[in-house]
């Protein structure tokens, strides 16, 4: 079998063009998935898994944070559907739970009663959390842009999936590749959350990367196409053994 495809999902705030620029870096086939169309636990709501049962060929998920939890729980449902995963930024649950590092869903509850109020100032504070320590002002504001497009029932719809999705039990049903990358300062998904998934997952590389905060897909998209590179080869050189 040949991996004819790489699926990349977007994370909250972003539609799928944040994915532009590796894509273009990337030779083979790629499909570029908005996390929205992929929250539903139905595979006949869910655009990801009715792609995957459509799909031949095992394919490589891509996810930058909830599209990486998106990615792992797509992984689950399909077993073989799903050759390998590069999460970037992304988490098993975002929720802090007893001894597990993660925000307080007061916060997500926050979030969708600013979003109905301010929605400009919530995505401001958030961008602006989430590219630190960088402080780049114009990511800032491509950010802000882009997800003031977005409709405030998907905004809603993404905060509830990340409020709820908790996928730590299921961690050690997925026996495929994960590389995950990390950014070392990441104020939105707690760097704590990639060491979790390194040393729950069966079969992990991990790359935390320092001095990068929660927007490496824009900061360090060449780690990231790296990462995916590595991905592919490993799974090339299996196939020809």
Known sequence: MSINQIILISGWGTDSSIWNTIADKLDNPVNLIPW???????????????????????????????????????????PGKVSGIVLVSSSARMVQDKEYAGVSTRVLKAMKLRLKADKQGLMN????????????????????????????????????????CDLRDQLINVRIPVNIIHGECDGIMN????????DKLLNTSLDIVGGTGH???????ERITESIKKLLNSASMKRSI
């Open 191 to 198: 760097p704590d959350n990639a060491d979790y998934l390194s």
């Open 36 to 78: 929205w169309e992929c929250l539903s636990n139905d595979p006949s709501n869910n655009y990801l898994l009715k792609l995957l049962a459509e799909l031949n060929d095992p394919v490589i998920l891509v996810g930058w944070s909830l599209g990486g939890m998106i990615a792992l729980s797509a992984a689950i449902a399909c």
């Open 125 to 164: 504070d958030f961008a602006t959390m989430g590219i630190s320590p960088e402080k780049s002002d114009s990511l800032r504001k491509d950010f802000v842009s882009g997800a003031l497009e977005i409709d405030n029932d998907k905004l809603t719809e993404g905060l509830s999936f990340l409020q709820n």
């Open 215 to 221: 927007f490496m897909i824009q900061s360090k998209p």
